[in-house]
């Protein structure tokens, strides 16, 4: 009498999720890497200093754009938890 719980397919879902949070990863990483790398190098192009600010750019592109996909990340695993 006890109630059929419905069956899921944790390997299809584990193989989605895992799928989105990369694709998710890889989205951020570019678009970070290129707002600050590109951004640097236009800077560079008008005041004539290539490649100090684009090099500026790309390296502070490397921590703020771990903090953003730990906010990213911690935000969707607790969405996972609470369901």
């Not at 895992?18 to 951020?28: D, S």
């Not at 750019?57 to 969405?79: D, E, W």
Request: glycine fraction near 8%; proline fraction near 4%; hydrophobic fraction near 45%.
């Amino acid at each position: 009498m006890d109630k059929e719980e419905p069956k899921i397919d944790l390997i299809e879902t584990w193989g989605s999720t895992r799928i989105r949070v990369f694709l998710q990863t890889t989205a951020t990483t570019i678009i970070v890497i290129a707002i600050l790398a590109g951004g640097g190098y236009l800077l560079d192009q008008q005041v004539q200093t290539y490649p100090t600010f684009f090099l500026i750019g790309l390296i502070a592109s490397f921590p703020i754009t771990q903090v953003v996909l730990y906010k990213q990340l911690r935000k969707y695993a607790k969405k996972k938890i609470n369901g």
